[in-house]
């Protein structure tokens, strides 16, 4: 039976590492991104989400697809983002308590323009997309799905391939609406081979798919000064409203090894097959209000994430394995309600600075969950950014942004008790801190 296990673990070895891309593990891959997890443009960052339903920029796409109508030009955006983690498990029975600190890196890249301009009509119809990619741009996919005995937090980490794309349209004054995607990958493997009790492996046959998968997010907006009084000022004028909806998403690996060895087990062979979920997002409504005045505008946002069902979606997850727990030690996840305010002040036509505030609650409803041992807390997230806008250089016909974001969050101290695997319980405190770093650069034409 022991060699059986080897066998098994060295085909599973051998299929996720074709999986990985060339990713060496652990990925430290999460149930996030970096659009909710952090943000994804430098103002996202800044403003800690509470704007970004009425950025023009192109992490639009994401946040809210119908405010690409709010700027008719075009768009050319790359930046870079870094979060520095220390997450964090008090233990008393360990030396040190830091249960994870690797960095996630992406280099961004997004585009806007007007396609409207191509057809008889001129009717502005604006598409967009915007690319994250993990560790600089050299890390398509990070993938790490596992149980653990010591902890492991729910949202931080590698993120894996960050992909939106999407167009909107202006519809009757001051009314906008847009319909955006997410990409996700659905990875499968299948590994067959025949091997030696020495582990010699021949006649190996192995092949890799990865297919896209394509959740939608909906978004308007209404300028309701412009809608409700176009013609002569009223109250409402300055008044914005926004309103999205994003599906559930989440990226899907699927693993199938056969093995047969020599003279133990003949054909068909030690047959392994794993599923498993990763980068899960929930189904999300969000309803957003700003203000805009001369120079400054400030706003807010409320989202309600359904995290619920991420616990049906652990049942069909051969690695959590959900089924196999009794009832009372399934992990379970709650709905929760986000809420974010922020400001911007522009001080003249080159320089503006933004903040913004939220409150994040956790998710996580169990502080007990064997195996698995999730960690996840409440966080205070703040964020501060500024930008610069040059309407005039020697080189380019438009203007040029170079915009700056930090965000700090904090991770509110919570208690768990950890489960190894013979059953053994730890009582642990969870907390860390995250700080974020973005920068980006838009031409605009």
């Keep these: 039976m022991a060699t059986t296990s080897r066998f098994s673990v060295r085909a599973m070895s051998l ?9 060496a593990l652990p990925a430290l891959a999460s149930m996030g991104n970096i659009g909710t997890t952090y943000g994804v443009m430098p103002v996202d960052v800044a403003t800690a989400q509470s704007l970004s339903m009425f950025n023009d920029q192109v992490s639009a796409t994401y946040y809210n697809p119908a405010s690409l109508t709010k700027d008719s030009r075009g768009e050319l955006t790359t930046g870079v983002l870094h979060a520095e983690q220390e997450l964090r498990s008090a233990n008393p029975n360990a030396d040190g308590d830091i249960v ?49 005995d010591t902890g492991q937090f729910l949202e931080y980490g590698r993120e894996p391939l960050f992909l939106n794309i999407g167009g909107a349209t202006p519809i009757w004054r001051g009314i906008s609406a847009g319909l955006s995607f997410r990409v996700t990958l659905d990875a499968t493997a299948q590994l067959d081979a025949v091997s030696t009790l020495g582990g010699e492996t021949s006649r190996e046959r192995l092949s890799v798919n990865a297919k896209p998968s394509l959740k939608s997010i909906f978004g308007t907006t209404v300028d309701l000064g412009e809608t409700f009084c176009p013609d002569d000022g009223c109250f409402l004028d300055g008044w914005e409203t926004a309103l999205i909806y994003r599906t559930k998403s989440s990226a899907k690996t699927s693993v199938n090894s056969n093995i047969i060895v020599t003279q133990t087990i003949p054909d068909p062979g030690l047959s392994l097959t794993v599923a498993t979920i990763d980068s899960f997002q929930p189904e999300t409504y969000g309803l957003g209000v700003q203000y805009k005045g001369d120079g400054w505008r400030f706003g807010g946002s409320l989202e309600q994430q359904n995290w619920s069902e991420l616990s049906h979606q652990f049942s069909n997850d051969s690695i959590k394995d959900q089924q196999s727990v009794p009832p009372s030690d399934r992990i379970k996840f709650d709905d929760i309600l986000i809420p974010r305010v922020g400001a911007e002040y522009r001080f003249n036509e080159t320089f503006a600075i933004r903040g913004g505030v939220a409150y994040e609650e956790s998710p ?13 807390t ?24 170079m915009d700056l974001g930090y965000q700090y969050q904090q991770l509110q101290e919570r208690d768990f008790t950890l489960v190894d695997y013979n059953g053994n319980e730890t009582p642990v405190t969870a907390d860390g801190d995250v700080q974020v770093f973005t920068g980006s650069i838009t031409l605009k034409f």
């Design 15 to 23: 299929t996720i590492a074709a999986l990985s891309t060339g990713t």
């Design 100 to 148: 994870a600190n690797s960095p996630s890196q992406h280099v961004l890249i997004g585009m806007k323009t007007n396609l409207g301009s191509i057809t008889r009509y001129k009717h502005p119809i604006y598409l967009g997309f915007i690319a994250g990619v993990e560790k600089y741009g050299k890390e398509l996919l990070a993938f790490n799905s596992q149980t653990s």
């Design 378 to 401: 409440d966080k205070i997230i703040v964020g501060v950014g500024v930008s610069a806008t040059y309407n005039r250089t020697r080189l380019l016909a438009y203007p040029i942004r």
């Design 364 to 376: 996580l409803a169990s502080t007990r969950n064997p195996e698995i041992n999730y960690l996840d």
